[in-house]
């Protein structure tokens, strides 16, 4: 029998070698199948891209009848969010948020306001997640269908008690992003929605896209001031709720100068992740003599109730049924000196 020559060995490897690339190319080639998230999973995606990328989009909110088009702007950088919204029908009303700071500008009322509110609040709110969400809602996936030629997850938040909306979610497969949301009421209807025209998602946006485009010659400027005097009248109150619908929890206590305001207005936010409620205290100037009379009102997706505690004036608002803003107006009790001398 006779020995196999050195140059069948190296035919032999080269035909190996030859194989193994082969086999490396028709993986590399093969479609990768995509990586499954559970339907929370896909709400944690969609929060981590909505406050981490930089994007700009377009989309038509439709609420109460009326549809207007705006264009939101979004940016990551140094640590600093930015944000514009801008009313692209009617009024043409700008909103320019960079950290804490937030400037309206209302050219329909000439005016400009400036204000603080919460670094982590968005100027346009999607729904978050937290430990305690799958407590209050049923998450899950509903469908897998496309959307501006992209492909989507639809994600139901339906609520398991009558303190909450339900949100239905069209989260874009490759970005995470959110192209359609929906807020539900509790017989199904459809009471708001967001669907994007366009959104593009940017490395960098320059510094000119979070300047106002409209004229402020002329215009009165109002300020809150976001840190008033103790004799302004709150800082003497500790205002808090004594219950909460479950899973509600406080998350912002502030006190404000509002333009109007007598004094200094509390600004509490009572939020379970998905939904939240701002509650606004204010002392009354004088007694009118007439017992108060609470005040309901419903504006599109938003609910409002107004009761008087006190000598003062309660308004809690947000996009909740009812019968929530009515229940934590109601709880709302004051705590500290003055409290303890009336």
């Known amino acids: 029998m006779s020995r196999p020559s050195r140059s069948s060995g190296r035919l032999a490897s080269l035909a190996l070698a030859w194989a193994v690339a082969s086999v490396a190319a ?68 700008e909103f320019i948020r960079t950290g804490a700071n937030l400037t309206c500008y209302l050219p329909d009322r000439r005016t400009v306001l400036v204000e603080q509110r919460p670094a982590e609040e968005s100027l346009v709110s999607f729904p978050t997640v937290n430990d305690q969400t799958a407590t209050f809602y049923d998450i899950r996936e509903v469908g897998h269908m496309r959307l501006n030629r992209r492909d989507t997850h639809v994600i139901a938040v339906s609520p398991k008690d009558e303190y909450r909306y339900g949100y239905q979610l069209w989260i874009d497969e490759s970005t995470a992003m959110p192209l359609k949301s929906q807020l539900i009421d509790a017989h199904g209807q459809v009471i708001e929605q967001i669907v994007f025209a366009s959104l593009t998602l940017s490395s960098r946006i320059a510094d000119s896209a979070f300047r106002p485009e409209i ?24 205002w808090s709720a004594t219950n909460l619908p479950p899973g509600f929890r406080m998350t912002v206590r502030s006190a404000q100068i509002l333009p109007g305001s007598v004094g200094a207005v509390d600004h509490l936010v009572f939020t379970d992740g998905f939904a939240s409620v701002s509650v606004f205290v204010e002392r009354q100037s004088a007694p009118s003599g007439q017992p108060p009379v609470p005040e309901s009102a419903a504006v599109g997706s938003s609910s409002a109730f107004s009761t008087v505690v006190d000598g003062h004036k309660i308004t809690a608002v947000g996009e909740v049924p009812p019968a929530t803003v009515r229940y934590i107006a109601g709880q709302l009790k004051a705590q500290g000196a003055a409290a303890a001398g009336r």
């Open 26 to 93: 028709a993986e590399e080639a093969a479609p990768k199948r995509p990586i499954e998230y559970t339907p929370t999973g896909w709400l944690e995606r969609m929060d981590q891209a909505l406050t981490t990328r930089n994007y700009d989009g377009t989309f038509a909110h439709w609420q109460g009848g009326r549809v207007e088009m705006l264009r939101i702007i979004h940016r990551v950088q140094d640590g600093t969010v930015s944000e514009r919204l801008a009313s692209l029908d009617g009024s043409g009303r």
């Open 215 to 238: 004229s402020t010659e002329g215009f009165q400027w109002l300020r809150n001031d976001a840190t008033p005097h103790p004799q302004a009248g709150a800082s003497a109150l500790a």
